[in-house]
T-cell receptor, first 115, second 120 residues
Framework: IAGITQAPTSQILAAGRRMTLRCTQD?????MYWYRQDLGLGLRLIHY???????GKGEVPDGYSVSRANTDDFPLTLASAVPSQTSVYFC??????????????FGAGSRLTVL | AQKVTQAQTEISVVEKEDVTLDCVYE???????LFWYKQPPSGELVFLIR??????QNEISGRYSWNFQKSTSSFNFTITASQVVDSAVYFC?????????????????FGQGTILTVHP
């Protein structure tokens, strides 16, 4: 089934550790995104990539980095995790064509707990 | 700047009741899109509907209907004859201006979400 695969599903991490959340899509979508979901705040954009080789900062980029080496993969890295990064992280993608370009397809999410 | 407000944090209804989820948005742009997403207990977000700022026609899809009113900057969602399977978190979202038609397709601003619980 076409879609987005995120890994890990859930992770508990000690503060100060480095962590990479993986995201792979098989829809050949040009654009990919990372959002974090926190209770009472909805989803907030961390980083995005309009096409392979380019990335941009979203609303809450501090403490996170991304790379887009190819169309399918868009990993999110926490260089030194802090407790405030405890959240559910969603990877999403959207097609590059004008029609439906801004309709997002989401992965199942990665629940991260930083202690 | 753009903003989406879902004032109802939680709603609880009994099965077969109708329920309306409110969404109020703010944007200075004339071109924008509004969305509703559903997040069932499984956690994955499911796209429900997209409307653009030039189309104020209301839409009905089965038990779901959406009322878009630019005069009040609202995009409300009504579920008729609710069912237990409708229990979920519902998010309203907005993309506007350069983001709406430009290359940053999916830079959505989400509301806080409304938790809907439908009791049998």
């Amino acid at each position: 089934i076409a879609g987005i695969t995120q890994a890990p599903t859930s992770q508990i991490l000690a503060a100060g550790r480095r962590m990479t959340l993986r995201c792979t899509q098989d829809m050949r979508h040009n654009a990919m995104y990372w959002y974090r979901q926190d209770l009472g705040l909805g989803l907030r954009l961390i980083h995005y990539s309009n096409t392979a080789g380019t990335t941009g900062k979203g609303e809450v980029p501090d403490g996170y980095s991304v790379s887009r080496a190819n169309t399918d993969d868009f990993p999110l890295t926490l260089a030194s995790a802090v407790p405030s990064q405890t959240s559910v992280y969603f990877c999403a993608s959207s097609a590059g064509a004008a029609s439906g370009a801004n309709v997002l397809t989401f992965g199942a999410g990665s629940r991260l707990t930083v202690l | 700047a753009q903003k989406v407000t879902q004032a109802q944090t939680e709603i609880s209804v009994v099965e077969k009741e109708d329920v309306t989820l409110d969404c109020v948005y703010e944007t200075r742009d004339t071109t924008y899109y509004l969305f509703w997403y559903k997040q069932p207990p499984s956690g994955e977000l499911v796209f429900l509907i997209r409307r653009n700022s030039f189309d104020e026609q209301n839409e009905i899809s089965g038990r779901y209907s959406w009322n878009f009113q630019k005069s009040t900057s609202s995009f409300n969602f009504t579920i008729t004859a609710s069912q237990v399977v409708d229990s979920a978190v519902y998010f309203c979202a907005l993309i506007s201006g350069a983001n709406a038609g430009g290359t940053s397709y999916g830079k959505l601003t989400f509301g806080q979400g409304t938790i809907l619980t439908v009791h049998p």
